[in-house]
């Protein structure tokens, strides 16, 4: 237990000493704005950003997960009663996703996703290539 302590605190100083990232910003700040906006920040990041995998990381997964959310909003809004319930729950559940991934960014976490972390990381995979 004091060896994860020890690493735990390891990566906080890492985090507080700020890896930089190709834009100049710290890795952590690189990684809050590109979900600030959501999918535009992502693009924006993702695009200006060429060295640091994490803010890369962070910008396409706000790509993949608030672009999917802004295409399903768009399209449920067209279905009467239930886009409207759908519309409902959809708003509450990205704010707080977006809420969290924007915490662990700033402390420093590669926080993936269940599916669009997954996809994140296969996106800039081929992206590397």
């Known amino acids: 237990m004091d ?5 735990k605190s390891a ?3 890492e985090v507080a000493e700020g890896k930089k990232s190709s834009t100049g910003l710290d890795e952590n ?9 959501g999918f535009i920040s ?7 950003e ?3 995998e994490t803010v890369r ?13 802004f295409v399903l909003g768009f399209v449920v809004n067209f279905i009467p009663i239930i886009g409207l319930l759908v519309s409902l729950l959809i708003a509450p559940v990205t704010l ?3 809420i969290v991934l924007m ?6 976490e590669r926080y993936h996703l269940p599916i669009t972390g997954k996809l994140a990381e296969q996106q800039l995979e081929k992206m590397a290539k």
């Open 3 to 7: 060896e994860k302590m020890k690493q």
């Open 11 to 13: 990566e906080k100083e």
């Open 29 to 37: 700040v690189g990684g809050v704005l590109a979900y600030l906006l």
């Open 42 to 48: 992502g693009i924006v990041f993702l695009l200006i």
């Open 50 to 52: 060429k060295e640091n």
């Open 57 to 69: 990381f962070h910008a396409m997964q706000s790509i993949i997960l608030f672009g999917s959310f």
């Open 96 to 98: 707080i996703l977006w």
């Open 103 to 108: 915490v662990k960014a700033y402390q420093g």
